[in-house]
């Protein structure tokens, strides 16, 4: 199987804005409209994408170069969907107001980035919300200050009492989770958990952990 067709394999479902915000990798070369290499978001490198918006804006050009452009709005940020020649029927039935499956390769040209689009498939308002929901599903959540500050304590707390524990050889971690009451038992089990890969607690027996520093 050839690379080009690795590529087409995953189309990603992403934000407008979050594409819009991501490092750009560009070729190495002297020309000044470099060739874009890919978005780099998180620890994926996008070429190709899966989007659903709205349509906030149509143009046809009516030069002989023909091309065509929509704009395109899912509420997090906007993006230009463009077709050129042989290309137009992939937008002549898409219009203003419309909502829309846009599947493509990302480009970018006067370092504005649009999308090159393979497949247009008009949808249901309703998928807005649907595809908002998929990406929220799939995005691990990122805690506030206040909460990364509150789960050190309880960490803290934890290896107090594990060092607490070492002159009766230990705790059960049953014992940790009914000590520390007010927090939540799955972000203790968590905690215990991380201790132990990181090798500053060990468990001599299950259920069972002693600190080891």
Known sequence: MSPEIRKRETAYKVKIGELLRANQIFEESESLNKKLKFVELG????????????????YESQGETRFASVTIDDGSGQIRVRVFSDQMDKLENIN???TVLIIGMIRSYNQELYILPEIVKKQDPKYLLVRKLEIQKSTPK????????????????VVDLIKAAEEREGIDKDEIILTLKNANPSVISQE??????????YEPKPGRVRYLG
């Not at 506030?144 to 707390?157: C, G, L, M, N, V």
């Open 96 to 98: 203003q107001g419309d």
């Open 192 to 201: 215990i958990q991380k201790l132990l890969e990181e090798g500053i607690i």
């Open 142 to 157: 990122q805690k506030t200050p206040q909460q990364k500050k509150e789960i050190k304590a309880w960490r803290d707390s």
């Open 43 to 58: 620890n994926k490198n996008l070429l190709r994408i899966n989007i659903i918006a709205n349509v906030i804006d149509k």
